[in-house]
């Protein structure tokens, strides 16, 4: 696992974002985090590991985590991008109070991403995970890691490092199989000892079952269980012999019985019939009833007819009459609508002269029409003619406003501007005299100034060629005077030379001059001067000399050149005069008016010429405004007069119109007339229409009196009809011996109904005769019997059954106990060699599992056996690293001794020490030794455990403090080791405060510094 | 002009737990008793003073004394700078006023660059004094983002000084770096400047100087020709420098910037050696006696005896008590002491693990029904893993 990108907010001592970018030291490789005591380093890696799993490292919780020093509201976020091989992933999880702030929520979400380079940051490419378990599941698998491994073998934290190494065997194994994917080991044993528990249980079990079925037959062994069982089975064998006899003494009784019984059976045949006879003949009565009822009903029948129909003519009468109310009722009404319609005519006749009125008027407006019409017309005329004057006053006055503005303008405004113009153009040719002038003086300066500047430079030259000349001077003074000095050095050598004979005998003759006295014989002295020295000499006196003259030539034209400037330079002064002295700032000055003062006065020209034009605009302007002034007026006055005529016209036409008739026009008029028009007409129209209804409610009327008079004749006639039929009636009611026709009706039966007494009657006698004939026959067949005592036979018949039941009972019950005796012999014997099977079964796995188990003479598990194989290649690279921080002083061993009687063993450690050649325990080693074999042994793992397990990748490990118990020189070789780390996609990152440490790794490390509100993270990295 | 050039004091370092303050003392009192008989004009001391960033109080005392007695006594101007190991800020304290006494001590670069100068009867030699610098420290100094390793430090150095430096001048540089061609002749002593590599500066890069002084690198080697030159370190401080005697250098430079130039040999009182011995009868002795090897000498022992001898360093430790290292490389490499290696563990079923595990405990092959219920274990167990 190789971290990518950590983001903590509000997270322990850290307020604000920060920010780690573990790329940047993908160069180094190693990278350290410091800062003052509580800044927040170890809590770097909390977040990591909290990221991770939601666990903290060490001793403190995850809500804990959250920092004191931010806002309520503000959450406490990680965010962790990690790359396993070559998958990228990102896990976020956040913190915050709820609502109630008793609890917190948490989120959270993990997901797969890659790097998208547009965008330039990592894009989430999976569908994200956000349960909490499922986020634990997923980081284990991947990883490899739970959080507690996480936490013993990827970030060494502070204090544990040495778990690793001085853990005994069972911790260690656990740590082993975890890394190295050996759980199944650890499995398998414990599956031996579940098999093996197993095992006992069920031979337990057996073995109570055993016991059990014994105490069931109630036996202690077998053999008696088995003599038991024969005996019974012959005791069966003599019961059934005795069954026979009793069959038969059963078989007589139940004979004797049945006869018996029959005999009983007959005789209570015969009590049953007489009752049934007896019962039948109390109903004789009812029957006697029912026969006179048939024939009363035989006599009434016949006159039901005439009883109908008197009935008949009754309803018939009884309707009419009903109807006559009817007609009476209606005739009320109509009356009373005949009376309201007469009174009704009798009030429009009352109107009718008022109508008439009315008809006159409205010929009368119609004959007026026209005239109306043409008022109309002079009317509206005028109006027109009215606007059309008031518009022509209007624009006169326009007119002439305009007219007077444009004179003001001309007097007030043109003209004295263009007097002001004209002065200007006037001065022109002044001002460029002006300018000539000084552009010439300004000329004349300029030349003098570069006369001076020259004559300067000559100067400064010349001086220069003094002193060059001086030196030369110098010089050549020195040369001549060497050369004299040599010279005559050289003339006093001769000298010598020729006076050496001399020197030693000074009687000889001098050579020069030949005298013989020599007062001053030339010495020699040391420093001899040669021919060439001479020559040399010479030379550099003639070089001298030559140099000299021509510098001296320099100097006399550069002085001439001077000379003539000065000169020129003097009468350009003078003819200057006073101008030469002026300021350059003030010349200028004045240049600059006379320049602006000329371009001013050309510029008037311009605006005089504009300003000529105008004026005369204006002047064309106000003659055409006068022109239009006049026709405006001739216009206004033809106007006016058309106007006075057609008032005349209206006034005439008003005074043939009727004076109290104002309509307003022609159409309110109409209005009116139409009005009035409608009013006659629906005089007339209701006039008719009561007319017509008076008519046809006497026709109504008539109709219905005519119809009562029908109807009561009827009446009449049925009413006689009535009579006769009931003394019809009377005189037949007497004939049949009826009282009253009350009685008749009583006695009158349905057909149905008397069909129905006739059935009963029939019945009763045929069941009568029946009854009586099977009475007969009993009697004749009992006639001379006796019967026995039904009892006793029935007592001795029930007791030999009984015996004979019993006995058979007693030995089905002999046969089933025999049967379930032998099923449970069979079963024990079963039981007794699966029991044996299952005992050799469990003493091979116990044996395997105590094998597995440790149970053997280095008191090794299985898995542990297996294990050791991984640990010995761990110690076998952890020892390369170890040879180099101990200077090949100390070397891990695996050791297989067992150390305390039973505990487990074989994943223990030991070092031995090469300068006293013994062994020592680990926990013996110092604070330093302790730590950097730690350190060797968890490097050494990472390195097996990258090279063989299954998906384990130990990329980067992080180490929290533990470098300040180390010396400056094992600091050294522990730095040489962590950075020398094999591996390209290895990094490492120390926490540590030692300051040395600081200066070591200064470029790749992380700052944490602390601050009153939170720390912060500051990269320093190349 | 007659120049000194010396480097890596490492004043107050413990070699194996040995403080050797006193060595280096005795050390460098033989150092200055040969300034005081050559003479030279001025001492360079190319860096690493002392051993630690903060050292220990005697060294400073130590190095108090001696340049005290260089400069005040001796009257010789002493041209310094910090290494890796100094620390820039401690090293360079009073610089200016110490400077007014011929104590020319760099600890941290300052910008601009300002030589010192000094002068001889053919004229001035400009000395560019540049101390140890980490290319985040240059970086901020000069607002430039580029410098990213120690040559770009060194090229960006070398421009500023090649835009001042006057024509015709003399120049010499004192400087610590780590020349690349000299990849292979570093010892252990040395701390590796930079954790992830790109250290090295190219000699090439000081074509520029008349001489260059180096230091960082204990051994005295010499680049460019003879140009660039590393002294070496006042004494052996590691077991691999043992064959490399050390020395000072001492270079006369003439007026157009070439000189000549001798070692002067430093002799300490307790040599280094890497040795070959073995023990017999409780005994140790040497097996080798091609070096003289004194009683006090630190020695490093290689151990020829091919078993484990008890208490080893103290057999040795009573014939040379200043015996630091023991390796062994006779000695029997511990093997493992399974009969399996990881690769037939991985690549072995279960059961022939179990098995094997079996046949080791209990000296016998598994019998049938133990082979059954092993079996039927397994088989389960796999089951339910997948």
């Given amino acids: ?1022 | 002009m007659k120049i000194l050039h010396t480097a890596d004091w490492h004043l107050g370092k413990s070699f194996n737990n040995y403080q050797l303050l006193e060595e280096q003392a005795k050390m460098l009192e033989k150092l200055t008793q040969i300034i005081e008989a050559q003479k030279p004009d001025v001492v360079l001391l190319a860096g690493d003073i002392y051993d630690r960033s903060v050292p220990p109080a005697n060294a400073v005392k130590v190095f108090d004394e001696t340049i005290s007695k260089i400069i005040l006594e001796l009257k010789t101007p002493l041209i310094a700078i910090a290494g890796n190991h100094d620390s820039p800020e401690r090293i360079g304290f009073g610089a200016g006023l110490l400077q007014k006494q011929g104590l020319h001590i760099s600890g941290s670069i300052e910008l601009p660059i300002r030589p010192i100068i000094l002068s001889d009867e053919f004229g001035e030699i400009y000395f560019y004094a540049i101390p140890y610098t980490e290319p985040e420290t240059l970086r901020y100094l000069s607002k430039n983002d580029d410098i990213k390793t120690h040559q770009d430090v060194f090229d960006w150095i070398l421009s500023q000084i090649k835009a001042q430096h006057p024509t015709g001048k003399r120049a010499v540089l004192v400087g610590h770096a780590y020349i690349s061609e000299a990849e292979g002749n570093d010892s252990e002593s040395e701390r590796t400047l930079l954790v992830g590599g790109a250290a090295h500066v190219r000699a090439d890069t000081f074509e520029f100087f008349d001489y260059v002084a180096l230091g960082h690198l204990h051994r005295p080697l010499s680049f460019l020709g003879e140009k660039v030159k590393y002294a070496g370190s006042l004494m052996k401080y590691s077991f691999s420098e043992a064959p490399y005697a050390k020395s000072v250098l001492m270079l006369e430079m003439n007026a157009k910037g070439t000189f000549t130039h001798e070692r002067i040999l430093l002799k300490p009182s307790k040599e280094v050696h890497r040795v070959k011995g073995e023990i017999e009868d409780k005994k140790f002795r040497l097996t080798e006696t091609k070096l003289d090897i004194q009683k006090e000498d630190f020695l490093e022992v290689s151990l020829q005896n091919e078993e484990i001898v008890p208490n080893a360093m103290q057999i040795i430790q009573r014939e040379y008590p200043n015996a630091m290292v023991l390796r062994w490389p006779e000695l029997p490499k511990i093997t493992s002491k399974s009969r399996l290696t990881t690769e037939q563990v991985v690549s072995m079923s279960e059961f022939e693990l179990f098995q094997d595990f079996y046949t080791f405990f209990t000296k016998k092959e598994l019998d049938k029904p133990k082979k059954e219920v092993i079996t039927k274990v397994i088989t389960q167990i796999n089951k339910e893993n997948n």
């Fill in chain 1, 1 to 1022: 696992m190789k971290p990518i990108r950590l983001e903590v907010t509000a997270f322990g001592a850290f307020a604000d974002k920060q920010i780690i970018d573990f790329e940047i030291f993908d160069k180094s490789r190693l990278f350290l985090i410091h800062g003052p005591t509580g800044s927040g380093k170890t809590t770097l890696f909390d977040a990591m590991t909290y990221a991770l799993y939601g666990e903290t490292t060490g001793a403190r919780e995850g809500k804990s985590m959250r920092s004191d020093h931010v806002e309520k509201d503000t959450k406490t976020e990680v965010l962790f991008i990690f790359k396993i091989g070559l998958q990228i992933y990102q896990i976020h999880r956040s913190l915050y109070p709820n609502a109630k702030e008793d609890d917190f929520i948490t989120k959270q979400s993990f997901c797969e991403v890659t790097w998208d380079e547009q965008i330039q940051q990592y894009k989430e490419c999976s569908t994200p995970l956000t349960k909490i378990t499922d986020i634990k599941a997923e980081v284990e698998k991947i990883l490899g890691f739970t959080a507690q491994q996480f936490k013993q073998i990827v970030i060494l934290p502070q204090g544990k490092f040495q778990e690793l190494l001085i853990a005994p065997t069972d911790i260690k194994e656990k740590i082993l199989i975890q890394i190295f994917d050996a759980k199944v080991y650890e499995n398998i044993t414990e599956a031996l000892n579940a098999k093996s528990k197993l095992f006992k249980k069920q031979l337990d079990d057996m073995n109570t079952q055993l016991q059990a079925q014994m105490q069931g037959i109630g036996q202690t062994s077998i053999e008696e269980a088995k003599n038991h069982y024969e005996l019974k089975n012959q005791s069966l064998a003599g019961l059934k012999n005795q069954t026979n006899n009793l069959l038969k003494a059963t078989q007589e009784a139940q004979k004797a019985y049945q006869d018996a019984k029959l005999q009983h059976e007959d005789y209570k045949q015969k009590l049953e019939a007489e009752k049934l006879l007896s019962e039948h003949e109390l109903k004789l009565g009812r029957n006697q009833t029912q026969k006179a009822q048939l024939e009363q009903a035989e006599l009434a029948e016949p006159l039901r007819a005439d009883l109908n129909e008197i009935a008949g003519i009754k309803k018939d009468i009884h309707e009419r009459k009903e109807y006559i109310k009817t007609v009476d009722s209606r005739l009320i009404s109509y009356q009373t609508k005949q009376t309201d319609c007469a009174k009704a005519l009798e009030n429009l006749e009352n109107q009718s002269d008022d109508i008439k009125q009315k008809q006159k008027k409205v010929e009368q407006l119609e004959a007026l029409k026209p005239k109306y019409k043409e008022r109309d017309k002079i009317l509206s005329l005028t109006k027109e003619t009215k606007a059309q004057k008031e518009a022509t006053e209007l624009k006169i006055k326009e007119a002439e406003q305009k007219i007077q503005k444009n004179k003001q303008e001309a007097e007030q405004k043109i003209n004295p501007e263009i007097e002001q113009f004209t002065l200007l153009t006037q001065k022109e040719d002044f001002w460029k005299a002006e300018l000539t002038k000084y552009q010439n003086w300004e000329k004349q300066r300029n030349e003098l100034k570069k006369l001076r500047s020259q004559y300067t430079e000559l100067d400064a030259k010349l001086k220069e060629a003094n002193i060059n000349l001086d030196g030369l001077s110098q010089e050549r003074l020195q040369k001549s005077a060497n050369y004299d000095a040599l010279d005559a050095r050289w003339r006093k050598n001769q000298a010598a030379v020729l006076a050496l004979p001399l020197h030693e005998d000074d009687s000889l003759p001098c050579p020069v001059c030949g005298a013989t006295e020599h007062p001053q014989l030339a010495q020699s002295d040391d420093k001899t001067v040669s021919d060439k020295d001479l020559e040399k000499a010479k030379k550099d006196r003639n070089k001298a000399e030559q140099d000299y003259d021509n510098a001296k030539k320099q100097y006399d034209q550069i002085a001439q050149q001077a000379h003539e400037l000065k000169v020129r330079g003097v009468a350009f002064a003078e003819q200057l005069g006073n101008i030469k002295d002026k300021a350059e700032e003030v010349f200028k000055k004045e240049l600059e008016e006379i320049e602006n003062a000329l371009a001013a006065a050309q510029n008037a020209h311009k605006t005089l010429k504009v300003l000529k034009e105008k004026l005369q605009n204006l002047q064309q302007e106000i003659q055409d405004l006068e022109n239009q002034l006049q026709s405006l007026r001739k216009q206004l006055d033809a106007q006016n007069q058309q106007f006075n005529e057609e008032n005349t016209a209206l006034q005439v036409i008003l005074a043939q119109l009727p004076a109290n008739d104002s309509f307003a026009d022609e159409k309110a008029m109409d209005k009116f007339v139409h009005k009035i028009s409608t009013e006659i007409e629906k005089y007339l129209e209701d006039l008719n229409n009561l007319h017509l209804e008076k008519d046809k409610i006497k026709e109504t009327l008539d109709k219905q009196n005519t119809e009562k008079h029908a109807t009561q004749r009827e009446i009449k006639k049925l009413e006689s009809r009535l009579e006769d039929k009931e003394k019809k009636l009377i005189r037949d009611l007497e004939k049949r011996k009826f009282n009253s026709l009350e009685e008749m009706q009583a006695a009158l039966l349905t057909e149905l109904e008397r069909q129905k007494l006739r059935q009963e009657i029939d019945i009763w006698a045929s069941r009568h005769a029946i009854l009586k004939d099977s009475l007969e026959k009993i009697n004749q067949k009992l006639k001379d019997l006796v019967i026995p005592e039904i009892h006793d036979v029935e007592a001795d018949k029930n007791k030999k059954e009984n015996d004979l039941q019993q006995h058979r009972e007693k030995i089905t019950e002999l046969e089933t106990l025999l049967k379930s005796y032998q099923t449970q012999l069979q079963k024990i014997e079963k039981t007794q060699e699966d029991l044996q099977i299952l005992d050799t079964q469990a003493e091979h796995t116990l044996t395997l599992y105590n094998l597995a188990n440790g149970k053997n003479e280095l008191n090794q598990k299985f898995q542990t056996y297996v294990l050791s194989v991984f640990l010995d290649e761990v110690v076998q690279y952890a020892n390369k690293r170890l040879a180099f921080l101990s200077q090949e002083r100390y070397q891990l061993r695996r050791i297989e001794e067992v150390l305390h009687g039973n505990r487990k063993a074989g994943l223990d450690l030991k070092v031995f020490d090469s300068y006293s050649g013994g062994e020592r325990r680990v926990n013996n080693l110092s604070g330093g030794e302790t730590f950097f074999t730690s350190l060797a042994l968890a490097l050494g793992l990472a390195d097996v455990a990258t090279a063989n397990a299954g998906g384990i990748r130990l990329d980067s490990m992080f180490i929290d403090e533990g470098f300040g118990t180390l010396d400056s020189e094992t600091l050294d070789l522990a730095i040489q080791t962590l950075m020398n780390l094999d591996g390209e996609h290895r990094l490492v990152g120390i926490i540590s405060h030692v300051n040395e440490l600081k200066e070591r790794v200064s470029s790749s490390r992380l700052e944490i510094i602390k601050g009153k509100q939170g720390s912060k993270v500051k990269v320093h990295a190349n």
